[in-house]
């Protein structure tokens, strides 16, 4: 990805500042999809090694290619061009503006909305299941599976409507929690997720290709996971609504779905062979390769950072104040991976990434040399047209020359406002990928 792309006031003014970029971009590039897929998909004459398992393509009657999620077309491209005159049909549902062309070889692209599911979604999953039931022991099917899946590939059990899964959907994004927590829920309330994909597929083998954006890379959560067959999913959903205090403010249909005696996962007597192909420490250790190139001593902290994100915020820059003034003579980076959330108290716009570094600003005031960056690797923040912010220590007194309180912006969730009239937004628009959020602390 190009670095420019990165370039805020604040790294355009600095002598630093194409460096950050440059690092920002690796990182990126560093969890493309079409080359993780690529990377993947070990094919030698006409045997395709994925993983620990061997499939021989001329033993398949048709070989299909679903799937979901922002990484959807480039992860799709690779497919294409690596099995070629193999595929015989397929299906891919990516977020609106990650598409591009309708048709990728014989593979269908859709787009659909997110993090709110829509019809379109509904319909291209109608579509794709379709697809899948006219399937045989004889049929191949691969499934490639990103981040946003969730939203993009779905339909409601029995019972719950399109609209009450918008707004259960709504409500626990609003609510504060987490990915892992609102999948949970996710996989109780349609018939996809939770290894339903898998399911409609067979008795089809099934190899899921799967770029992580869960903390700690659980398959079974990635797009609420098609691919993996689960027991259980009722009651972890109920754990969920009652943590969160939604018993009474869930649709009616939600709630008596809730109650349902909990089903028996599917049987499939070849189960889903399901395939990692990049994740957030890859992006982390792409950045610190290429800071290290640059001349900055470089260090990974964690790769499972989560927490309300105005408070990862204050405690990321207490953190890189210290460092910032106990930096040696070579210039110095420190890089966080993972996912935090917002619990919505106001009315503004923004995204975790950019609360995050708005609860820093004040912390960092004054700070020489010190320089904070909250990334979400596909380029979108929340609703928002920014990836993420840049703080430094000379933000607090740039506000307060324009008027700009910091936390009263905090305090009504406006942090995209806040950065915006700074010229501080990250905006290198859609990445094609999602590998859960980086913050990067840097120390000049």
Not at 88 to 108: F, N, S
Not at 299 to 317: H, K, Y
Not at 327 to 334: I, K, L, V, Y
Request: aromatic share 4%.
């Amino acid at each position: 990805m190009q670095p420019e792309k990165f370039l805020t006031h604040s790294l355009s003014a600095a002598p630093w500042g194409m460096d950050i970029a440059r690092i920002l971009a690796a990182a990126i590039e560093a969890v493309d999809p079409y080359q993780a897929v690529t990377r993947a998909l070990n094919l030698v004459g006409e045997q395709l090694h994925l993983g620990r398992q061997t499939y021989h393509l001329r033993r398949y009657r048709r070989i299909f290619l679903v799937g979901a999620g922002k990484a959807g077309l480039p992860m799709t491209q690779a497919v294409v061009d690596k099995l070629g005159s193999y595929l015989a049909d397929g299906l891919v549902i990516v977020k609106e503006g990650y598409g591009g062309p309708e048709q990728v070889g014989p593979v269908r692209i859709a787009e659909a909305s997110h993090p709110i599911p829509d019809q379109r979604g509904l319909a291209a999953t109608g579509q794709m299941l379709d697809l899948l039931a006219q399937t045989s022991q004889d049929d191949l099917v691969l499934m490639v599976l990103s981040g946003g899946g969730s939203a993009l590939l779905t339909k409601p059990v029995e019972g719950v409507s399109l609209e009450d899964l918008q707004e259960t959907t709504g409500i626990l994004l609003r609510s504060g929690a987490d990915i892992t927590e609102v999948n949970t829920l996710r996989k109780v309330l349609d018939s996809v997720k939770g290894g339903g994909l898998a399911k409609t597929a067979a008795p089809a083998p099934v190899a899921g290709l799967i770029l992580s954006d869960v903390v700690g890379d659980p398959l079974g959560m990635i797009a609420s996971g098609p691919t993996v067959i689960e027991l259980g999913k009722r009651k972890s959903g109920l754990q969920v609504v009652r943590k969160y205090g939604l018993e009474q403010t869930l649709p009616p249909s939600v709630r008596r779905v809730l109650q349902l005696p909990t089903q028996p996962p599917p049987f499939m007597a070849q189960p889903p062979n399901n395939l990692l192909v990049g994740n957030n420490e890859i992006a982390a250790r792409g950045a610190i390769a290429r800071a290290e190139k640059l001349g900055y001593t470089a260090e990974l902290l964690t790769t499972t950072q989560q927490g309300e994100a105005r408070e990862v915020g204050l405690q990321m820059a207490a953190k890189l104040r210290g460092f910032a003034q106990a930096r040696g003579s070579r210039p110095a980076m420190w890089v966080v991976g993972g996912e935090t959330t917002v619990t919505i108290r106001g009315k503004g716009v923004g995204g975790r990434n950019q609360e995050i570094a708005l609860a820093g600003v004040q912390t960092l005031d004054g700070a020489v040399g010190a320089v904070m960056v909250a990334l979400a690797t596909d380029g979108g923040d929340g609703l928002s047209d920014a990836a993420g912010a840049v703080v430094t220590g000379k933000t607090f007194r740039r506000a307060k020359a324009l008027g700009l309180d910091p936390q009263a912006y905090l305090e009504n969730n406006d942090s995209y406002m806040f950065f915006n009239a700074l010229g501080d937004c990250l905006k290198p628009g859609p990445t094609r990928t999602n590998v859960n959020d980086l913050l990067f602390l840097f120390a000049h």
